[in-house]
């Protein structure tokens, strides 16, 4: 059973670029959401895709996007990039019928400059 | 909105005794789902032991316990003979049981574990 994997571990980005981050889900699961993780901070919900559809959205702003594809794997897009977008984005999996909690990646360390 | 607060930023424990880290949230349902997640230097939050609500029963998960008290809205968790691996960030969750898209966290809280 393979778990979440995100791509890239790192990434500095000017300020006003944009950015793709990506992850792949666990096998079996069919949810992908995505979260802020600011220095110091606990995670904050961007939002969660289910059949490649938005699912839920959090506090953010519509410059934060996102894609699922067929095989479940998300990609987050984030335009316009401002300095406070610098953070630990963590993407997790989850099955929509199951409550066993979602399973994390190790997350992608984005530094805006 | 729910919410979910940690009011301990730092824990320290020494090797092998036992520590207590509090969480307490805000919610109006009636059903929903707690959870203790890990976070270790490496990032990825790792599920440590996960309570639901219409269950009277605290959970346990080896060394991990909860305290579990719905009245209050109180869900602490329990480490019992601390080994130096416990030492991480530790996030209280909530998720409710009718709208599984949205995990609250708290703001966590630093266990340090002393040999």
């Known amino acids: 059973e393979t778990g979440v994997t995100q791509s890239p571990t790192h990434l500095i980005k000017t300020r006003g670029q944009q950015v793709t981050l990506r992850c792949s889900s666990q096998s079996g699961h069919n949810t992908v959401s995505w979260y802020q993780q600011a220095l110091g901070q606990g995670p904050q919900f961007i939002f969660q895709?289910?059949?490649?559809?938005?699912?839920g959205r959090g506090n953010f702003p519509p410059r934060f996007s996102g894609l699922q594809f067929p095989n479940y794997s998300s990609e987050l897009n984030v335009n316009a990039l401002e300095l406070d977008d610098s953070a630990l984005y963590l993407c997790?999996?989850?099955?929509?019928?199951?409550?066993?909690?979602?399973?994390f990646g190790s997350g992608t360390r984005l530094t805006v400059v | 909105a729910q919410t979910v607060t940690q009011s301990q930023p730092e824990m320290s424990v020494q090797e092998a005794e036992t520590v207590t880290l509090s969480c307490t949230y805000d919610t109006s349902e009636s059903d929903y789902y707690l959870f203790w997640y890990k976070q270790p230097p490496s990032r990825q939050m790792i599920l440590v032991i996960r309570q639901e609500a219409y269950k009277q029963q605290n959970a346990t998960e080896n060394r991990f316990s909860v305290n579990f008290q719905k009245a209050a809205k109180s869900f602490s968790l329990k480490i019992s003979d601390s080994q130096l691996g416990d030492a991480a960030m530790y996030f209280c969750?909530?998720?409710?049981?009718?709208?599984?898209?949205?995990?609250?966290f708290g703001a966590g809280t630093r266990l340090t574990v002393k040999p």
């Open positions: 997790a999996s989850s099955h929509i019928d199951r409550n066993y909690g979602y399973t």
């Open positions: 969750a909530y998720r409710s049981a009718f709208n599984n898209n949205d995990m609250r």
């Open positions: 895709y289910y059949r490649e559809e938005e699912n």
